[in-house]
């Protein structure tokens, strides 16, 4: 089944449009990730260098999210405000998640939360979050409510299109990988102890350094990725309404539980657009058992 027949299908007509928008700009960022990876002089509002390709994911997405007419903003990690619309949908995006991976061909990825209210919201106004990964393949998992599908990008002749690849995806609840960000010395004390137990439960290390990247193959394998606090770096690395968020719903809805340490990140209520929070997220039971740790320690 194609995307725009599922879409038809199974999504209400404003989140259609948004995914169709974004499944399109999406193959445009990949056939130009090899041409646009050259550093710019310039800085996004994090303080971290922008690089071609950076900038041109973020315009893409951009263009393709305000011509659908269903969008009342654009919030992104490259742009200190968000690019207003005249739509309903409040979209909250990381168009190029893991690019200093451009280099050395890692995956790389695309996340969007798609929510009812303005920004900055918590999680629970999402409606609807999908990503991108641009892998072996262009996949695309999303999530309305309802369950977690996955797309796959395939080129037939000149035209590329998206066709189903996965219905309803669940994440393991025996745990088989993890992917840890940060520096293990920097760990809270209850992460170290948790990580340190990992290899005892039969679970192997994964990590590319993509967030997306990492958190996929969670999906599919169990397990978890994390971005924990860390010593000088309390609030992690993450955005909560750029990435954690729409990731932890995407796995919410598959089965799986995402937390700060000591709540559902779906309940964080960040105050700025760029608030970050430390993120661990997964296998349910798993990160159930972590939570405890993490929030009992204090
Ligand atoms: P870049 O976009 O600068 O490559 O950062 C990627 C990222 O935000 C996220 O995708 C990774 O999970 C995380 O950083 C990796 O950070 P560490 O290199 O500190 O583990």
């Not at 998640?97 to 918590?122: A, H, M």
């Not at 977690?148 to 035209?159: D, I, L, M, P, T």
């Not at 102890?193 to 193959?217: H, I, K, L, P």
């Amino acid at each position: 089944m194609k995307l725009e027949e599922f879409l038809r299908l199974n999504a209400p007509e404003e989140l259609a449009q948004v995914t169709a928008a974004i499944a399109g700009a999406s193959i445009m960022v990949w056939e130009n990730i090899p041409f646009k990876s050259g550093l710019l002089f310039d800085i996004n509002p994090s303080g971290e260098r922008q690089k071609a390709i950076d900038v041109f994911s973020n315009d893409a997405f951009v263009d393709a999210l305000t011509g659908t007419e269903v969008v009342r903003e654009v919030a992104s990690e490259e742009m200190a405000e968000p690019v207003e619309a005249k739509g309903e949908l409040s979209v909250a995006m990381d168009p190029l998640d893991g690019s200093s991976n451009v280099e050395t061909n890692n995956p790389l990825g695309s996340i969007f939360g798609l929510y009812s209210k303005r920004l900055p919201c918590s999680g629970r106004s999402l409606l609807g979050a999908l990503y991108v990964t641009y892998g072996n393949a262009i996949t695309i998992t999303l999530s309305f409510a309802k369950g977690v599908h996955r797309f796959v990008a395939v080129k037939k002749g000149a035209e590329m299109s998206f066709e189903l690849l996965g219905l309803d995806l669940k994440i393991p609840e025996k745990p088989e990988v993890y992917g840890i960000g940060g520096s293990r010395k920097d760990w809270v004390q209850p992460v170290r102890d948790f990580v340190d137990s990992f290899e005892a439960r039969g679970m192997r290390t994964r990590y590319c350094g993509t967030f997306v990247g990492d958190y996929n193959q969670v999906l599919s394998r169990g397990g978890i990725f994390a971005y924990p606090e860390q010593t000088g770096m309390p609030q992690g690395k993450l955005r909560v309404l750029f990435e954690t968020a729409p990731v932890a719903y995407i796995n919410e809805q598959a089965g799986g539980y995402a937390t700060d340490g000591r709540r559902n990140i779906l309940d964080i209520q960040p105050r700025r657009l760029a608030e970050t929070s430390p993120a661990y997220m997964g296998s349910a039971p798993l990160l159930h058992e972590l939570e405890r740790l993490v929030s009992s320690a204090g």
